[in-house]
């Protein structure tokens, strides 16, 4: 399979976050898609990149023009408590610096 051209590719940003209390994929969504709407949300590419569960950190990847939108509908989000650490442009970024 050939690699899609540059500029058609997705550009995207890893978002490091910390979370308090229980976490729940199904209940984060739906939140955000209450926030976003089903089109914002779709240009969003939201996906769990990485998960640690000891340290209750998950690493979020999503579109590069929309990680500050994201970051802050995390914030604003009240069923499960998100709070944005980081926004990298690598996965290695986004985990091992402070």
Request: hydrophobic share 35%; proline share 4%.
């Amino acid at each position: 399979m050939k690699a899609p051209d540059p500029t058609r590719r997705l550009k995207k940003r890893y978002l490091r976050a910390r979370y308090i209390g229980a976490y729940d994929e199904r209940k984060l969504q739906a939140e955000l898609l209450a926030l976003f709407g089903e089109l914002n949300y779709g240009k969003l590419y939201l996906k769990t990149a990485k998960h640690d569960h000891a340290q209750k950190k998950i690493v979020f990847r999503c579109e590069r023009s929309k990680a500050h939108e994201l970051a802050g509908a995390l914030s604003l989000i009240k069923s499960v408590r998100i709070i944005p650490e980081r926004i990298s442009g690598s996965i290695k970024g986004a985990t091992t610096k402070p």
